[in-house]
């Protein structure tokens, strides 16, 4: 059975996506996982979670992307509640409620946004009391791309993506992004990226942020943004879908300061210069049917935070 819209004692969490400002790749590693150096943003695509106790685990999707939410144990949301509730040994079940509007398997961090909200939410249910360190420590259990979310605003990660570290940001910058209805897989995004490394016999360097993206940030400069935004995924992700090579091309020829597959895409991030060239940017894509569903978002936005609900 389904639990009733909102349960008593519902605790609501609303996160953000993000997107990659930099991802550069190292060699992979022993354990199968690559070094990254990355710039996060977090962009004002919302998700909010809610959670609340319930006499067995369910997860209730609603919201523009509902149709794709695994509703089982492959969902991270459910593992981020069990894993709270076994390191602090509780014994309850609880109903998780999403209400999705971070397109799904896009290279916008959507589950692991969603997992990011359900640890603060069971937080607060429960409350623990968690404090950042257990936070980060289980959200990076959990995955590479959980603990951004926490934090949300301009910052750098390393490590697998879990060490997270603020930037100094200025101002707000207009993206659009380029959603495609067929996601893609970040394992064989990063095995392709691999193959084609290993193909060319490049050396690859250690994973380093452009100074000039740190300059634009701290200028807050969207045209010196729009220059040094990369992403080393690239290749791979146009090598499988090459239509995205194109639909980057048409984005870039209509005017955005830059544009670039959004991590492991297949979501294509485009910056613009302001929210009119959002909109302009958005219309010229759609005339030219060369995307799929196209969002409009801004950033940086504040990390994932409780918006209701409070301990019964
Ligand atoms: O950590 P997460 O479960 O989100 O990673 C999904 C997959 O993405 C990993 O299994 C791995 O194939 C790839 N990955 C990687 N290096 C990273 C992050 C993810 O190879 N730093």
Request: net charge negative; glycine share 10%; aromatic share 4%.
């Amino acid at each position: 059975m389904t639990a009733a819209p909102t349960l008593p004692g519902t605790v609501t969490v609303r996160v953000p996506a993000k997107v990659n400002l930099q991802l550069k790749v190292g060699q992979r590693r022993a354990d199968g996982y690559h070094d990254l150096a990355t710039v996060f943003q977090a962009v004002s695509l919302h998700d909010q979670v809610s959670v609340a106790r319930w006499d067995a685990w369910e997860v209730v999707p609603s919201g523009t992307y509902a149709a794709g939410i695994p509703t089982d144990e492959g969902n991270l949301a459910v593992r981020a509640a069990k894993l709270v509730a076994e390191r602090c040994h509780i014994d309850e079940s609880l109903s998780i409620r999403i209400d999705k509007d971070i397109p799904i398997a896009g290279g916008m961090a959507g589950g692991s946004a969603d997992a990011a909200a359900t640890l603060l939410a069971c937080d607060q249910l429960w409350g623990l009391g968690l404090d950042r360190d257990e936070m980060a420590s289980m959200a990076a259990e959990l995955g590479s791309d959980v603990t951004f979310p926490l934090h949300g605003g301009t910052a750098m990660a390393s490590g697998r993506g879990e060490q997270i570290a603020p930037v100094l940001a200025r101002g707000t910058f207009y993206w659009v992004f380029a959603v495609s209805d067929q996601g893609l897989s970040t394992p064989a995004v990063y095995a392709e990226c691999d193959r084609l490394r290993e193909r060319s016999g490049e050396r690859v360097p250690s994973p380093e942020i452009d100074a000039e993206l740190m300059g634009a940030l701290r200028q807050g400069d969207a045209v010196a943004l729009g220059r040094a935004l990369h992403n080393d995924l690239e290749p791979a992700a146009f090598s499988l879908r090459p239509e995205l090579k194109e639909l980057r091309d048409a984005g870039v020829d209509f005017g955005a300061l830059g544009g670039m597959v959004s991590g492991s895409g297949p979501t294509v991030a485009f910056l613009t210069a302001s929210h009119e060239a959002a909109l302009d940017l958005s219309v010229s894509l759609a005339a030219a049917d060369v995307a799929g569903d196209l969002r409009r978002a801004k950033g940086p936005v504040h990390g994932a935070h409780v918006v209701t609900g409070s301990r019964d």
